[in-house]
């Protein structure tokens, strides 16, 4: 059979061979990533995995237990790169609270609007029952490290008087909930076309008034969402 890519070099097998080792892990991802968007979970492999990463299926067990633990990455690194992006409490504290909220809203949510994101936490809500070690792994993982992170932010605000809340571990469970709550609907039933036709400048805004309502301090002036 004549090779249907001729001007392509074979892959070669083996360990990537550049970079470091955070980077080598972060190229395996990316291929098990793009073969669960194109296969879907069932019928991904790690033998399908290592093809794509032009790597041996030795260099992927090295790195990962089971194909469980690749989706549980890419899922992580979500979460992760956006928190490395807006859990910076040096930019968070030079903004007024209003708009330090809708940074967070804005750029939490912003992988999951997008199409390969939506698909990928769609997988993940499908296999939670089969894979209940993985579901765990993200509450206790990426999305205790978000909520953590928000939560000191959210200390800080309370300590300067900024912010009347008891519980502030409990306040940023519950507004990250807010946030999410319309597009996780439309995560889990919906489609791609449902979540872009989302008006979530709205949503957020009406998210951070009442958040606000509750939690500013009775004499503190109200502050405006639109800031």
């Known amino acids: 059979m004549d090779d249907p890519n001729p001007d392509l070099?074979?892959?070669k097998l083996g360990r990537p061979r550049r970079g470091t080792e955070s980077a080598r892990a972060d190229t395996l991802?990316?291929?098990?990533?793009?073969?669960?968007?194109?296969?879907?979970y069932e019928s991904a492999s790690i033998d399908k995995v290592a093809t794509e990463a032009g790597v041996s299926t030795r260099t992927i067990y090295e790195r990962f237990k089971n194909k469980a633990d690749l989706l549980g990455a890419a899922i992580a690194r979500l979460i992760e790169r956006d928190m490395t992006t807006v859990i910076s409490p040096a930019e968070l504290e030079r903004l007024p609270l209003a708009a330090a909220l809708?940074?967070?809203?804005?750029?939490l949510t912003g992988r999951?609007?997008?199409?390969?994101?939506?698909?990928l936490i769609r997988i993940l809500?499908?296999?939670?029952?089969?894979?209940?070690?993985?579901?765990a792994k993200m509450r206790g993982g990426a999305k205790l490290r978000v909520d953590t992170a928000i939560a000191t932010f959210f200390r800080t605000q309370v300590s300067r008087g900024n912010l009347a809340l008891p519980n502030p571990d409990r306040a940023a469970v519950l507004f990250l909930q807010m946030v999410f709550a319309e597009m996780q609907e439309c995560l889990l039933f919906g489609s791609a076309d449902e979540i872009a036709a989302l008006d979530f400048d709205a949503h957020l805004s009406a998210v951070i008034e009442l958040f606000l309502r509750g939690?500013?301090?009775r004499a503190h002036p109200k502050e405006?969402?639109?800031e």
């Not at 809708?102 to 750029?107: A, D, E, N, P, S």
């Not at 999951?112 to 698909?119: E, I, L, M, Q």
Request: charged fraction near 20%.
């Open 9 to 11: 070099p074979p892959a």
């Open 102 to 107: 809708r940074l967070i809203g804005q750029t």
């Open 215 to 217: 939690a500013l301090p």
């Open 29 to 40: 991802i990316s291929a098990a990533t793009r073969v669960f968007l194109r296969e879907g």
């Open 224 to 226: 405006s969402s639109a």
């Open 125 to 135: 809500a499908k296999e939670a029952q089969r894979f209940p070690e993985l579901a």
């Open 112 to 119: 999951a609007r997008n199409p390969d994101s939506a698909a």
